[in-house]
């Protein structure tokens, strides 16, 4: 999609702080929806997913959130650590297509 | 368990030259396999996606190509590469349209 060719968002976070990364989808047959965190250099690796049937789920240090009236999700990294500076995917399972990507960077 | 190779980690190859990149996975049988691309500081596109041995969907047209010789094999070819072909390549499997996991990726620099 256009997506793929855009600079990726920024969010800069102050180390202890907590960081909030937004993602919209557009099909509203998605029913399941996933994370990953991109380390440079790297592959991106799954974090934590979501179904439709669920508004809220919680990991460790992560918690997704999904709005299925606005077709929104986001993912809120508690207590955020210089290990989690890295680029965030969301994607869903209907269409395959990953967001655009928002890259964290954790000030010390 | 299941693992997934990719190889070459880096390449350097002239404008016009030809490529294989090849993604194989082990541990599991009849995944579905995916190539994406990601230019520097991009997000990911999707390349090609493969449901079965010999089925290959293209999502953008280029001089790009795939093929599926195996269950468990996918490799990503060109007859003749292009500058704008310079990217990271990332092979990814799944089981069904769920969780994809990556492979470590191909740095390709056309030169």
């Known amino acids: 999609g256009e997506s793929v060719g855009l600079h990726l968002p920024t969010l800069s976070v102050q180390e202890g702080d907590n960081s909030i990364i937004n993602c919209a989808y557009s099909n509203s047959a998605s029913d399941y929806f996933i994370w990953y965190k991109q380390e440079s250099g790297k592959g991106p690796q799954f974090i934590i997913d979501i179904r439709s049937n669920m508004d809220k789920r919680q990991g460790q240090r992560v918690t997704v959130l999904l709005n299925k009236t606005v077709k929104h999700l986001s993912l809120q990294i508690a207590a955020t650590q210089p290990g989690d500076s890295a680029v965030y995917f969301c994607?869903?399972?209907?269409?395959?297509?990953f967001g655009a990507g928002t890259r964290l960077t954790v000030k010390p | 368990s299941q693992t997934i190779h990719q190889w070459p980690a880096t390449l350097v190859q002239p404008v016009g030259s030809p490529l294989s990149l090849e993604c194989t996975v082990e541990g599991t049988s009849n995944p579905n396999l995916y190539w994406y691309r990601q230019a520097a500081g991009r997000g990911l596109q999707l390349l090609f996606y493969?449901?079965?041995?010999?089925?290959i969907s293209s999502e953008v047209p280029q001089n790009l190509s795939a093929s599926r010789p195996q269950d468990r094999q996918f490799i990503l070819s060109s007859k003749k590469l292009l500058l704008s072909d310079s990217g990271f390549y990332l092979c990814a499997w799944s089981v069904g349209s769920y969780e994809q996991y990556f492979g470590p990726g191909t740095r390709l620099t056309v030169t």
């Open positions: 493969s449901v079965g041995i010999g089925q």
């Open positions: 994607a869903e399972n209907v269409d395959m297509r």
